[in-house]
């Protein structure tokens, strides 16, 4: 019976400790390992954070990316765009790496992306609606209209198509 007691004790102390351990590792690190820290160093603490905090999620996964890239580290941003492209990405997952590399100047990857994914969700007309406006800004309004046509079309009453063209139409950047 004793003995029974005791590795049924056992087990549970290892359950719990891999349990406390586990959420030590989910949690992050917390703001005190960030306050009063050089803001690079803060950051980089952050991002490592929020990269095991993403875990598999693609939307997550590119957020960290996109400030990996555009905050001066293009090359670990790249890989964890790679990484996400590199599985089963969405249409939606190619649309934010484009927009990622529209913020960068980087135009010709952007539309690479944004073609990648309209191929992937030609339905998707929010995704339309944005790459067209997009395209507006960038000096391509016929396509940008010819994309804006198709979103408006396919859901006449979305305010957002419109408030997209009229971002772009005006240079506005575009709102989130």
């Known amino acids: 019976m004793k003995a029974r007691f005791a590795i049924s004790l056992a087990a549970g102390c290892l359950v719990l400790g891999t349990g406390i351990g586990w959420a ?4 992050g ?4 390992a960030l306050r009063s820290q050089p803001p690079k160093e803060a950051a980089a603490k952050a991002l490592a954070a929020a990269e095991t905090l993403a875990g598999k999620g ?3 996964l590119i957020s960290v990316g996109r400030v990996h890239y555009l905050g001066g580290d293009k090359a670990h941003g790249q890989a964890i765009f790679d990484r996400v492209t590199g599985g089963s990405p969405e249409g939606s997952d190619w649309q934010r790496i484009g ?3 529209a913020a960068a100047g980087e135009n010709t990857r952007a539309e690479e992306c944004f073609q990648k994914m309209m191929a992937m969700s030609p339905k998707d007309d929010t995704g339309q609606s944005e790459v067209g406006a997009w395209y507006i800004r960038n ?3 016929e396509k940008g209209e010819e994309l804006l046509g198709r979103a408006i079309s396919r859901n006449p009453t979305d305010v ?4 997209r063209a009229a971002e772009a139409y ?3 950047p575009e709102g989130r």
Do not use: F
């Open 58 to 60: 693609s939307w997550e």
């Open 29 to 32: 690190p917390g703001i005190e």
């Open 99 to 101: 927009e990622v590399y």
């Open 170 to 172: 005006l240079g506005v």
């Open 160 to 163: 957002w198509h419109y408030v």
């Open 139 to 141: 000096g391509q309004r």
């Open 24 to 27: 030590a590792k989910v949690a």
